[in-house]
């Protein structure tokens, strides 16, 4: 039997995607509970990379760019392959970096203090997302007309929609390290570190983050590449704690929910095949959502969130398949070399491809006639 409803709106997941839901509903007058198992702050593998795209997101949602997160801004970057260096750019758009643990938890805490319910720290027992209904460990059990499941790649709630939260063959795999100290004097990428991925040297505030990701099912030995790739950079694989995660690149759900339940962040499989990126689209699709939810039970109607959220959503979803299809040219086998070099003689590219990695551009900015026209130079090798 279904519990009486106990609140309006049911979070899973106190990253991005679901603080920024939380305190979008709680605005707009709707009692919202945030649910977690993590007790905040928290550890979280991620790069850390805050784009332009990103943080017009969080000033939106949360008023300013909260700077109790810890950001350390760059112009500076780097593109390898391996050991050649294809350019250095010292002007490139401000990319603010930071680390999952400072800016998840200034986030949790900006939707605590707005009002939203806490209760974070507590493992889900039982989970009917048919009924709204969600019993923490503690014996509690919260009721809601509509659910919104931001909780990761490894969700509970898409896989109680769906059967499983991600196909293991079509997402990603990171490893990462962090090492304190000084930051580095900007960012540097690999891009040949992984297959259909690649490698990151980001500075932050105090110290550095270093990872490659890539594509799992296609690189079976990620592990033995990371530990190489480390040793290439003077680390020590044995002096440091290598941490791994999937990430949800590339799998861009068909249907983000189902009538009175939604998926955002990575949960929805909202991450950029090319960059990585997933926080501004967890804030966007988390804010989304939210405004979808609280539309659909003014209307009466919470089984129409998913129409509302799906309309809501189809700007940011023609974003990500541009990417998809644009990602074969970047790292294909075949075309990445091709890519590579035109990468590495053409200014207007590297400054089309910096935009989009800081969030200036969209993909949907690259007309087709210019895609086409990369495509045929990638395909002949020429940079003019």
Not at 132 to 138: F, H, S
Not at 324 to 331: E, H, Q, R, S
Request: charged share 20%; aromatic share 6%; proline share 6%.
């Amino acid at each position: 039997m279904a519990a009486q409803p106990t609140h309006d709106l049911l979070v899973v997941g106190a990253g991005p995607a679901g603080s920024a839901a939380a305190i979008t509903a709680h605005r707009a007058g709707l009692r919202v509970a945030l649910i977690d198992r993590a007790t905040f702050p928290r550890d979280k593998l991620c790069g850390g990379g805050v784009t332009g795209r990103a943080m017009g997101h969080l000033v939106a949602i949360f008023g300013d760019r909260v700077p109790e997160a810890g950001f350390h801004q760059t112009t500076h970057i780097r593109f390898t392959a391996g050991p050649r260096v294809l350019r250095q750019i010292t002007d490139a758009p401000p990319i603010h970096m930071t680390t999952r643990v400072g800016l998840d938890a200034a986030l949790q805490a900006r939707a605590v203090a707005a009002g939203v319910e806490d209760c974070c720290g507590q493992r889900i027992a039982a989970l009917d997302v048919a009924e709204g209904q969600v019993t923490l460990a503690d014996g509690r059990v919260l009721a809601a007309p509509v659910v919104i499941g931001a909780d990761g790649i490894n969700s509970a709630v898409a896989k109680a929609l769906f059967g499983r939260a991600h196909d293991p063959a079509r997402v990603g795999f990171a490893l990462e390290i962090e090492v304190p100290g000084l930051p580095g004097d900007g960012i540097d990428m690999d891009m040949t570190a992984a297959p259909w991925g690649y490698g990151w040297d980001f500075p932050k505030a105090h110290g550095r983050t270093l990872g490659i990701g890539g594509i799992a099912a296609k690189s079976p030995d990620m592990k033995g590449s990371f530990q190489d790739w480390l040793s290439a950079r003077g680390i020590d694989p044995a002096t440091v704690r290598i941490k791994g995660h999937h990430l949800p690149f590339g799998e861009l759900r068909p249907s983000p929910g189902r009538d009175h339940v939604l998926l955002a962040g990575d949960a929805a499989g909202l991450v950029d095949p090319i960059t990585g990126e997933g926080i501004a689209w967890a804030l966007r699709s988390g804010q989304l959502a939210a405004e979808a939810a609280v539309i659909a039970l003014r209307m009466g109607a919470p089984d129409r969130a998913l129409a509302l959220y799906q309309a809501r959503m189809a700007g940011v979803r023609r974003e990500l398949s541009r990417a998809m299809w644009l990602a074969k040219l970047v790292y294909h086998p075949w075309l990445q070399p091709r890519f590579l070099n035109l990468l590495a003689s053409s200014d207007r590219l590297q400054r089309r491809y910096l935009e989009v990695l800081s969030g200036e551009l969209d993909y949907g900015d690259v007309r087709l006639r210019r895609l086409t026209g990369l495509m045929l130079r990638v395909l002949t090798g020429r940079s003019g």
